[in-house]
């Protein structure tokens, strides 16, 4: 493999890596309760846990567990692609795309931050790397 391949490949660990981070971080699954206020009005209140605390998996709220276990499977692939000699990126596009589809879920609820939208875009970016790299390994 060139050098330049192994420094793209790098990347895209380092990208899955900081999503993992963030989704470790208590700030990215957010949860929307309402609750009835002293005058009979809805007042909600919106909580935010890590990717991986069960509190949300519990409301059925499936999809950052997902997110969290695809992005964590999708590191160590990335790991080993780059320090071994690996060259399918099927899987990576495959479980990348899973995991974006799980990501985008919270914004069809209402119940997202920034935190998220960056959990995405650094899904989307690994993702768009991916998809090079198998372009590439087309071509040739």
């Given amino acids: 493999m ?4 192994n420094i793209v490949k790098a990347a895209r660990a380092l990208l899955v890596l900081a999503a993992l981070v963030l989704e470790i971080l208590p700030f990215g699954a957010v949860m929307k309760f309402s609750l009835v206020n002293e ?3 809805i007042e909600y209140i919106y909580e935010a846990y890590s990717y991986f605390n069960m509190m949300p998996f519990g ?3 499936f999809f950052y567990m997902i997110c969290g276990v695809l ?4 590191l160590l692939l990335s790991v080993l692609q780059t320090v071994g000699r690996g060259k399918s990126q099927t899987s990576h596009i495959v479980l990348l795309s899973i995991a974006g ?3 985008v879920f919270p914004y069809l609820f209402g119940t997202f931050n920034i935190v998220t939208v960056v959990i995405t875009a650094v899904l989307a970016a690994a993702l768009g ?3 090079y790299l198998w372009a590439k390994e087309q071509r040739t």
């Fill in 59 to 61: 409301y059925a709220m």
């Fill in 39 to 41: 005058s009979g009005g």
């Fill in 101 to 103: 589809v799980c990501s």
């Fill in 2 to 5: 060139k050098k330049g391949t």
């Fill in 71 to 74: 992005t964590v499977i999708c």
């Fill in 129 to 131: 790397i991916s998809i």
